[in-house]
């Protein structure tokens, strides 16, 4: 399937949308109406960004099937079966790593994926004050450097606004 991208999702890629990760920025670009799904996936492979979260963007009509003039729900329903062997190849590789990392990594990556909209709104409260913790979050790409990031939003941000994303990272309260 070929995916081209909306007016709303250039506007919203445009506005810094929290949804649109630093990851899925990069997989964003990518849709041009010339590589299929199959092929912007194992671009975006060691980013982490998965079918659902591409999905995720056709539901939200930031990005259209290319032979559509408007995204329909039934399109993006045939959509879903169309690339199965890309994330079952990956699921199978990080069983046969063994079942402590293929616990911990989506785990990892979803606390990101909590946190990573909560950092964005507290620099963006900052004002021109947070101007560059904003650049410094925007450019982290796991949750590791999210994380090296903490004590510094700890810093800007009040205890108020730093609590919820203290236990989106780390899963308890500071």
Known sequence: MYFVKTS??????????????????????????????????????????????????????????????????????????????APAAAASSTDSAGDAPAQSEPSLAVRYRNAYPLAVAITANLGLKGFRLNLAVEAAMGYDQLVALAPRLREAASPASYLPLHEALFGKAP
């Open 8 to 85: 709303a999702g250039q506007q919203a890629f445009k506005e810094r949308h929290a949804d649109l990760s630093p990851r899925l920025r990069s997989a964003f670009l990518l849709f041009d109406g010339q590589r299929s799904l199959a092929q912007v996936l194992q671009a975006v492979a060691g980013m982490g960004v998965t079918q659902d979260e591409i999905l995720a963007l056709v539901e939200r009509e930031w990005l259209a099937p290319r032979d559509a003039a408007e995204p329909r729900l039934g399109v993006v329903a045939v959509a879903v079966p169309s690339v199965p062997a």
